[in-house]
């Protein structure tokens, strides 16, 4: 067997023990018992990295299975609607709280290469009810996702794994759209290591020999294509440590690594609509909402009003298999409630990472739209914050004493904008 076969054999069949022990001891409701110690995973038992907040929003099961170093969902600051990927996904941990942090709007993937861990992955999904996640059995080598088909690449402990960290990163590239991000955990070498200690097959699946210096990690980030490349080392590692050994302080440390794809999204009418919303729509604009601090009273009962900005991201499954798959995901939303004559724009909402390109424009003007159709013949609208934009889409502010008619009675009006938020009115032609 070729010397880099070995080492991909050696890393598959440790986590497919650390999986199939994490199962059992899912099974018999125990702690996995790895821990620190020399026979676990990389970091297995590295539930600590975790928030209080974000330990409540994953199975026990899954938290308990986490073999990282670091939080790479932290690292990565998602937001709603964005399309994540997780090299090395092991029992799931990270893409099932990314896929909480984008929310039923977006979409969470992890790929590996262990069949073990992905039965893991796949178990802990079903307990965690998300429905807006997918495993893919792959090498992160070779990404078996198409091109331009994720905002966001995490990994966590991983990358020092592979014995080709180039086309690892070259993959990332390429999965990643225009703009989209890099945040990853992973061990680096503070110091060069000997021949012997690279080619030691079990201290390489304990993340210790495959680990690269932080220079050449900067280098091949760069050469990927990458820019803004960040490599910064966290902790060191002792013996008996993270990745256990006995043969004194292991002169490797976690790190975390952030980079990104230059260009801006392509939301080009291909890839982006504004459309009427679905009933399966309403879990994705509260989402998107709540995130953004906005009002979601009302929103179920007035969704009929509701239009959403819905992108159409490349799923595995090219046309080669037939049809092009895609995954759907909700980044803006807007709504009007109707009174009479009168209608009330509300929840004019477009996620961070997709402003500054139109969207909020063409999502008001379709809501607008919907009043008209629905019989409305002046559209008003309460803001803290976002007077001037509305100007410019035509609306001008009003005194709050003098609006009169049924819109008065909206939750917005009565109670939930303070007083101090402007009024703005637009007739409807
Ligand atoms: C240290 S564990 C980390 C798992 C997970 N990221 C976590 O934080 O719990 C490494 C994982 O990467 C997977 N892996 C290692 N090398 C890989 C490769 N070249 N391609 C795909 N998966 C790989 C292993 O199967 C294992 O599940």
Known sequence: MREQDAIVEAVREHYAEVARRAARASEGRTSSGCGCSSDGGCCTGASGYYAPDERTLVPAEALAASAGCGNPVALADLHPGEAVLDLGSGGGIDVLLSARRVGPGGYAWGVDMTREMLELAEENRRRSGLDNVGFLEGRIEAVPLPDASVDVVISNCVINLSVDKAAVLREAF????????????????????????????????????????????????????????????????????????????????????????????????????????????????????????????????????????????????????????????????????????????????????????????????????????????????????????????????????????????????????????????????
């Open 174 to 429: 390429r999965v990643l759209r225009p703009g989209g991000r890099l945040a990853v955990y992973d061990i680096v070498a503070q110091e060069p290591l000997s021949a012997e200690a690279r080619r030691d097959l079990r201290a390489w699946s304990q993340c210790v020999s495959g680990a690269l210096d932080r220079e050449t990690y900067v280098h091949l980030l760069r050469e990927a294509g990458f820019v803004d490349v960040e490599v910064q080392p966290v902790l060191a590692l002792q013996a008996g440590g993270c990745c256990g050994g006995d043969e004194g302080p292991l002169p490797v440390g976690s790190a975390f690594v952030r980079a990104r794809k230059p260009g801006s999204p392509d939301l080009g009418d291909g890839r982006l609509t504004v459309e009427a919303a679905s009933r399966d729509d309403l879990p994705a604009i509260l989402h998107l909402l709540e995130r953004l601090g906005l009002p979601t009273e009302g929103v179920a009962e007035n969704l009929e009003g509701f239009v959403v900005a819905r992108r159409r991201m490349p799923a595995p499954g090219g046309p080669a298999e037939g049809s092009l798959q895609t995954v759907a995901t909700v980044v803006g939303c807007a709504g009007v409630e109707l009174y009479g004559l009168q209608a009330l724009l509300r929840s004019v909402a477009v996620s961070p990472p997709f402003r500054g390109a139109g969207i909020g424009q063409r999502l008001v003007a379709a809501a607008l739209e919907r009043a008209r159709r629905l019989g409305a013949s002046e559209a008003y609208l309460l803001t803290t914050t976002a007077s001037e934009y509305f100007a410019r889409l035509g609306f001008e502010q009003v005194e709050r004493q003098a609006v009169v008619g049924p819109v008065t009675s909206s939750s917005e009006f009565a109670r939930v904008c303070p007083d101090t938020a402007v009024v703005m009115r637009r007739e409807l032609h």
